[in-house]
């Protein structure tokens, strides 16, 4: 188990350091992090999931592992992702290997929400990956609000590929805010 936590740890904090790439390309300054993201992915997913009855442990424990694998295969543009051809193969053998020294059963649970999310096979992993999309729009205002027009396309993108009418509406009226 000490392992385990040193290892996770060692990728946690890979993760408080990585900016995400897309900010960098836009030349925003001081861009958040990886961690940064994932953090507030999962505290919104956290609220969404409880307002809406889902399973709230499940949901949250797929947030905040769900930009895990970044810690070895760096921060990609949907643009870079769409251009590799075994990302998925790359991060289930990130996953693999960090549970590796877990319980069976644990590991199965982390694997699981993993491949889940990757899939957006159920109710709780489409919540998790369309609160990605509005957590990077909501981020996308907040760089347009301090002068940094470039990220419009970002927020643009988070927009048009949100399905869920709910968290599409709440994208549109923060940007009504600016």
């Known amino acids: 188990m000490m392992n385990l936590i040193i290892k996770l740890h ?17 030349g925003v300054k001081d861009p958040e992090t990886v961690a940064s993201h994932s953090y507030a992915v999962a505290l919104l997913t956290m609220i969404i999931a409880d307002l809406r009855g889902l399973d709230v442990l499940d949901a949250v424990r797929m947030a905040l592992i769900h930009d895990l694998a970044e810690s070895t295969i760096g921060d990609l543009t949907p643009k870079m992702k769409a251009e590799l051809k075994d990302l998925e193969e790359r991060e289930r053998k990130f996953f693999e290997d960090l549970v590796k020294s877990m319980p069976k059963e644990l590991a199965e649970t982390y694997l699981d929400a993993w491949r889940r999310f990757s899939k957006g096979e159920d109710e ?4 998790v990956r369309e609160v990605d999309k509005l957590e990077r729009g909501l981020q996308a205002i907040k760089y347009l609000r301090k002068g940094y027009a470039e990220v419009r396309e970002i927020y643009e993108s988070a927009l048009d590929e949100l399905e869920d009418s709910e968290l599409k509406r709440v994208l549109g009226d923060a940007l009504k805010k600016i």
């Open 124 to 127: 709780v992993s489409r919540l």
């Open 10 to 26: 060692e990728h946690i904090s890979r993760l408080k350091e990585l900016r995400r790439t897309g900010w960098i390309q836009r």
